[in-house]
């Protein structure tokens, strides 16, 4: 009997200090970078960094936990109003992005890579690109990308050399990679004089301290913007003016919040919903070891009398 009293204590306290580890794993969190462009055919988030829990609780952490937190992070009024899913026999699907409600007409990408659905898994370091095509009925817009996301830091009138591509569908939506020609390049969204070449390449001389979104515009295909991202060192010229991609010296009307409030949000109101993660769980952890050895040794004193 004092075996099996033992054994079964082991048990329970071996599951919760698994429990504890899963607990910490998660409260550590899983960091993505999200840029999403809008029907307008401009940035409005750019490689933004998004701790990403188990939101839906459905036991992973998906395109659809990342979309949902960046928008209560980022979202003027949360993602009650930026962003909304359903579900259909096609699975979980996504009925509004960034406000944007047009009849299903978006397109998003994991590591340059067609994504099947807001299901699908993430880990961490992912880069997730998302975009609501102008005309919902028009699918004559494709996604674009450099062949580097971001660098370390660069001295002041450096270059930076890019490919830019873009993806079309092939057969079987196979998706076929082609060298863009003759699209002008953009800094911190304004234009310049650099044009990539034949073979979709461009060298960008950078002049401006601080965070720099390169990113580029085409007359002759129609894309969704990509994005690379670069710090220039230096001390960067503090301005009022607006500009739809954002920089450390510019921010957007949607990305106005302060971090404390936004961080203030995101604390509340992820981990009122996913039990799984934060101080709760932990604390749920070590109430469970207790717990066991308590009855163990409650037990074992009662089998000894």
Known sequence: MKKTIAMAAAMIVSFSAVSMNVFAEEAEGTQVYVTISDNNKALVLTQEPV???????????TINDAFY??????????????YKTSVSQWGLGLDKLWGVENGGSYGYYVND??????????KNGDYIEAFIYPDPKNYNYFYSFFDAKNSEDKDADSDIELTLSYYTFGENNSLVTNKLAGAKITVNGKETDTVTDADGKAKIKLTEAGRNVISAVS??????????????????VTTSTTSTESSTTTTTTATAKTTAKA?????????????????KGSGIAVF?????????????RKNEE
């Open 69 to 82: 937190i960046v928008h209560e992070n980022k979202f003027e009024g949360g993602a009650a109003a930026g």
């Open 288 to 300: 469970s070891i207790g717990t066991a050895v308590a009855v163990a040794f409650a037990l074992r």
């Open 51 to 61: 701790t990403v829990t188990d939101i839906d609780n459905d036991g992973k952490l």
């Open 113 to 122: 890579t067609f994504s099947m659905g807001l299901a699908d898994e993430i």
């Open 219 to 236: 007359d002759s295909v129609s894309i969704a913007p990509p994005s690379y991202v670069v710090n220039v060192k230096g001390e960067a």
């Open 263 to 279: 961080t203030t949000k995101a604390a509340t109101t992820k981990s009122s919903s996913s039990p799984k993660t934060g101080d």
